[in-house]
């Protein structure tokens, strides 16, 4: 068994030669006259440190900015004036109309996600969209969809599929090394900001407020559904099931070993921390069954766990999962690391390990030339997804749901079989079309 500092030494290299190759790819594709032009469509805190990212490989060009916040665009703009010169633009069709740009971020709140990656593939652009990849599971499907009929690159940013630590420890999770994996557990647990009861008022001055609407239905502006505050709001954000959760519900069900849907979900979830605005539940507990054939060894539950009202750790990450196997257990924090358990919970190994955000990122970009598919792609971005989805649907009908994975319809509960989808603002251009 190696000490913990040794495992400390290891992951700190392995961090080391992970960040070197990334540069790497970049470097050669630049020296031997190949670059990719992109576009960054959303430019808040995660569509700017996208942006940044992209905007420091020498393989990137940056065409565009967009958002129809003019002061956010301009912003993002100034944060790259180093590096390189965007175009400031606020409709993202603009955008797309450009045949030299070859792929695009998608970093705007979540019901625009499917929206925009769809036009985008429509016009023939890779897509590098934020998570959770939709905003609900009609889309989620429209998207895989529209990736296979475009064979465009489309990838998810839940980046801890291009972490090479936690790849590493699921390799050794398929050999075995704790047994057959039966149980995962994901949990959110952290302190969030509450958001008031705020009325309607006037949206500010160079905030193209329809167009940030979209295609979703035209609601008054309210300044606590605005920026970043959308995702409390169902028609705009998906919780925090959809927020943080869905980084470790991808993590459970790729450390579970399973790439299907569940067919049976419970929830039980409310507003227990905050007396404010938010129509999401603060407080969440969700058991997804996947029963496989059905035989004992052969069935499979997934456990998500949420508080965003807790200013704690849960064995000390504030986000993280279990994996209980029959001969081990593995405790996993994409920001934390690892602590894996034997029978008669033996530590049997441990390392430190962060999130490599860097690594996904220029995976996206090493895909766009290799057409190889990439670490977080569409697929399983949408298997995630959905996760959250049925978390959300189960707490906020109340029942359990029984989930047909192959037609992806929730049977016998017209109520909630609607949530699959949602309801689109009538006639508006960028509401997803079946062939788009
Ligand atoms: N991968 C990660 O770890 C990670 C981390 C943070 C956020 N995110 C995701 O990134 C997304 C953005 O998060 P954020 O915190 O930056 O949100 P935000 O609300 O601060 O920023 C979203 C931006 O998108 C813009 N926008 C809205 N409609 C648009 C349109 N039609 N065209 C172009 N821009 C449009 C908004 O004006 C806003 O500036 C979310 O989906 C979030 O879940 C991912």
């Given at each position: 068994m190696n000490t913990r500092r040794e495992f400390l030494e290891q992951s700190t290299v392995a961090l080391a030669a992970a960040s070197a190759m990334v540069h790497t790819s970049s470097e050669v594709q630049a020296a031997e006259g190949r670059t990719v032009t992109m576009a960054a469509i959303g430019c808040g805190g995660q569509g700017t440190s996208l942006l940044k990212t992209f905007a420091d490989m020498p393989d990137v060009k940056i065409a565009y900015v967009c958002d129809p916040d003019e002061a956010r665009a301009a912003?993002?703009?100034?944060?790259?004036?180093?590096?390189?010169?965007?175009?400031?633009?606020?409709?993202?069709?603009?955008?797309?109309?450009?045949?030299?740009?070859?792929?695009v971020t998608v970093a705007t709140p979540d019901h625009w996600h499917a929206p925009a990656t769809l036009l985008a593939l429509a016009a023939g652009k890779h897509v590098y969209v934020e998570k959770p990849?939709?905003?609900n599971i009609r889309e989620g499907r429209l998207m895989v969809e529209a990736a296979e009929r475009t064979k465009k690159i489309v990838q998810v940013g839940t980046q801890s599929r291009s972490t090479p630590f936690i790849r590493e420890m699921f390799a050794k999770l398929r050999d075995g090394i704790i047994g057959e994996i039966v149980v995962a557990k994901a949990w959110n647990s952290q302190r969030r900001k509450d958001i008031g009861h705020l009325q309607p008022s006037e949206a500010p001055g160079g905030f193209d407020y329809d167009l940030w609407i979209g295609p979703a239905p035209m609601v008054p502006f309210q300044a606590n559904r605005q920026h970043y505050n959308w995702h409390w709001w169902y028609d705009f954000g998906t919780g925090d099931a959809g927020n943080d959760g869905v980084h470790e519900l991808d993590i459970a069900r790729w450390g579970l070993g399973v790439d299907v849907h569940p067919s049976r979900v419970a929830a039980v979830g409310g507003k227990y921390g905050f007396d404010d605005d938010q129509q999401f539940p603060d407080t969440l507990y969700t058991a997804f069954d996947y029963p496989s054939d059905g035989a004992v060894g052969h069935k499979k539950q997934l456990i998500f766990e949420m508080r965003i009202w807790s200013?704690?750790?849960?064995?000390?990450?504030?986000?993280?999962?279990?994996?209980?196997?029959?001969?081990?257990?593995?405790?996993?924090?994409?920001?934390?690391?690892?602590?894996?358990?034997g029978p008669?919970?033996?530590?049997?190994?441990?390392?430190?390990?962060?999130?490599?955000?860097?690594?996904?990122?220029r995976n996206f970009v090493d895909c766009v030339y290799s057409g190889q598919k990439p670490n977080a792609d569409i697929l399983n971005g949408h298997l995630s997804a959905t996760?959250?989805?049925?978390a959300n649907i189960a707490a906020r009908t109340g029942r359990t749901l029984q989930f047909d994975p192959a037609k992806e319809e929730i049977v016998g509960d017209a109520e909630a079989a609607a949530l699959v989808g949602r309801t689109y603002r009538e006639g508006h251009w960028a509401v997803p079309k079946v062939s788009s």
């Open positions: 912003k993002a703009a100034d944060a790259v004036k180093d590096k390189q010169s965007p175009k400031t633009i606020s409709d993202l069709r603009r955008v797309l109309d450009d045949p030299a740009v070859e792929a990849c939709s905003h200013p704690y750790k849960q064995e000390g990450h504030d986000n993280a999962c279990a994996f209980y196997g029959t001969n081990g257990m593995l405790i996993l924090g994409k920001n934390g690391g690892y602590k894996l358990y008669g919970s033996k530590l049997i190994e441990e390392a430190s390990g962060k999130a490599d955000t860097q690594a996904h990122r996760l959250c989805h049925l």
